[in-house]
């Protein structure tokens, strides 16, 4: 079965500093994955996919994440945060087959802060 | 601006009563989803739609909880009798999926703060 490991539940950074924000996947398959924001009191929203082609996704806000097949691994980063980019952030996968086509299964998030 | 709505935002209730939530999805999305959140289990999936036909309420107590879709521009989500227990945020999230089943992302919903007495 499909998991996504996020292994940081909190992460303090400081405003303008470099941020890195870690999620691994266990799968078996080929995978799609995803990563998704919350700010306080809203709904998730999407900040990055990857589906296929380059490993590194470029998304919303700044944002990239770099896909890594080897490793598993579908880390977040951004060269220099904001005191707006204070959220929660949510990876997820997409499983390709099997009876949870088109779900996602989501990890339990990393709150990130950012202070001044 | 295409967006999923739900109603109400904030619904405060007393433990017996029956409640309803509803999400409108996105036009031309052919996969509704409803997740549960709170912050001792995180993000949870209740149940999914393709094409307004349930395809897993798994992760729903079916005893208490019913989701349905009555139409492609609403779906519904009921929880009768309601427990203090129940009380979280249920977001509504819509997305399309391709001819092989695979998504290609999720669009959430502002949420329903749910609190019961």
């Known amino acids: 079965a499909q998991s996504v490991t996020q292994l940081d539940s909190q992460v303090p950074v400081f405003e303008e500093a470099p941020v890195e924000l870690r999620c691994n996947y266990s799968s078996s398959v080929s995978v799609y994955l995803f990563w998704y924001v919350q700010y306080p009191n809203q709904g998730l929203q999407l900040l990055l996919k990857?589906?296929?082609?380059?490993?590194l996704v470029k998304g919303i806000n700044g944002f990239e994440a770099e896909f890594n097949k080897s490793q598993t691994s579908f880390h977040l980063r951004k060269p220099s945060v904001h005191i707006s980019d204070t959220a929660e952030y949510f990876c997820?996968?997409?499983?390709?087959?099997?009876?949870?086509?088109?779900?996602?299964?989501f990890g339990k998030g990393t709150k990130l802060s950012v202070k001044p | 601006d295409a967006r999923v709505t739900q109603t109400p935002r904030h619904k405060v209730t007393e433990m017996g009563q029956e409640v309803t939530m509803r999400c409108q999805p996105i036009?031309?999305?052919?996969?509704v989803f409803w997740y549960r959140q709170t912050m001792m289990q995180g993000l949870e999936l209740l149940a999914y739609?393709?094409?307004?036909?349930?395809?897993?309420d798994s992760g729903m107590p079916k005893d208490r909880f019913s989701a349905e879709m009555p139409d492609a521009t609403l779906a519904t989500l009921k929880i009768q009798p309601s427990e203090p227990r129940d009380s979280a945020v249920y977001f509504c999230?819509?997305?399309?999926?391709?001819?092989?089943?695979?998504?290609?992302?999720?669009?959430f919903g502002p949420g329903t703060r749910l609190t019961v007495l």
């Open positions: 036009l031309g999305h052919n996969t």
């Open positions: 739609f393709r094409n307004r036909a349930p395809l897993d």
């Open positions: 990857y589906l296929s082609g380059s490993t």
């Open positions: 999230a819509s997305g399309l999926a391709g001819t092989s089943g695979r998504a290609w992302g999720q669009f």
């Open positions: 997820a996968v997409s499983t390709p087959e099997g009876g949870s086509q088109g779900n996602l299964i």
